[in-house]
């Protein structure tokens, strides 16, 4: 079975160009067409976003079934998080607190989704949905904290995960923890290489691999690439990530 999965760091639908355009983020999924979106800095609420609840709307016009919305940060009026968006159902989701002290607000969506195609089989898929702090230490610290959450502890290590989102990781430091001690296998680099290959910051000019897909059992890559399309080099600050895997018994 054939699988698609997209991380997104969607800045609030806001571009560089500092408008407000959910119809250019929304062009970028629907062009891609992923089965699950994995969305970071998406507002509820906002009015720097219309006061829209930007994870329902892309879900009512890209036709998504199923969404899970996780609300990390307080506005003054209203509030953005992660979203995950899903053609499968979500039959379990919790946001995992990730916050260190008194730094902003950040937070690890959890979503447990039935994938299922007739003829092809059902599977469970773990989905974690992260955007992590702008200090090593703090994103080392939360990286902790996931580990430890009863969600991750839980986890059959031979099941079908899924760990993506943006990492704000600029030098790699996580990417040790979860290639060398967590046995996941990276979309975003070639085995043994630390370089990353997707390059996803800032997205007019991307130097930083900072969003990632990490996986782990059952899922054979087979493609992974960022958007090519014009229009994401200014929809948001941050490239999408699609990767296509081979979810397999």
């Not at 806001?14 to 969305?39: K, M, Q, S, W, Y």
């Amino acid at each position: 079975m054939r699988l698609r999965v997209m991380t997104y760091n969607i800045h609030r639908a806001i571009g560089l160009d500092r408008r407000f355009r959910l119809d250019r983020v929304g062009e970028i999924i629907a062009t891609h067409n992923p089965d699950v979106a994995l969305l970071q800095e998406v507002d509820a609420g906002a009015p720097r976003s219309r006061s829209l609840d930007l994870a329902a709307e892309l879900a009512e016009r890209l036709d998504y079934p199923h969404k899970a919305v996780g609300h990390n940060v307080a506005l003054r009026k209203g509030r953005y998080g992660n979203a995950t968006l899903s053609r499968y159902p979500i039959v379990r989701e919790r946001n995992i607190d990730l916050t260190i002290d008194t730094r902003k607000r950040r937070g690890c969506q959890h979503t447990s989704i039935d994938v299922h195609r007739p003829g092809s089989g059902a599977y469970r898929l773990e989905v974690f949905n992260l955007h992590l702090g702008l200090s090593a230490q703090e994103r080392a610290r939360q990286t902790g904290e996931l580990v430890r959450s009863a969600e991750f502890r839980e986890l059959d290590e031979h099941a079908p995960c899924i760990v993506g989102g943006d990492f704000n990781d600029w030098r790699l430091l996580l990417h040790p923890i979860f290639m060398e001690i967590l046995r996941f296998r990276s979309v975003t680099h070639n085995p043994d290489e630390y370089a990353t290959k997707l390059p996803t910051f800032p997205s007019f000019s991307p130097r930083g691999g900072l969003d990632r897909i990490y996986h782990r059992g059952p899922l054979r890559l087979l493609e992974a690439r960022t958007c090519s399309l014009t229009a994401s080099r200014v929809a948001s600050d941050h490239l999408p990530v699609i990767a296509d895997f081979e979810l397999h018994s």
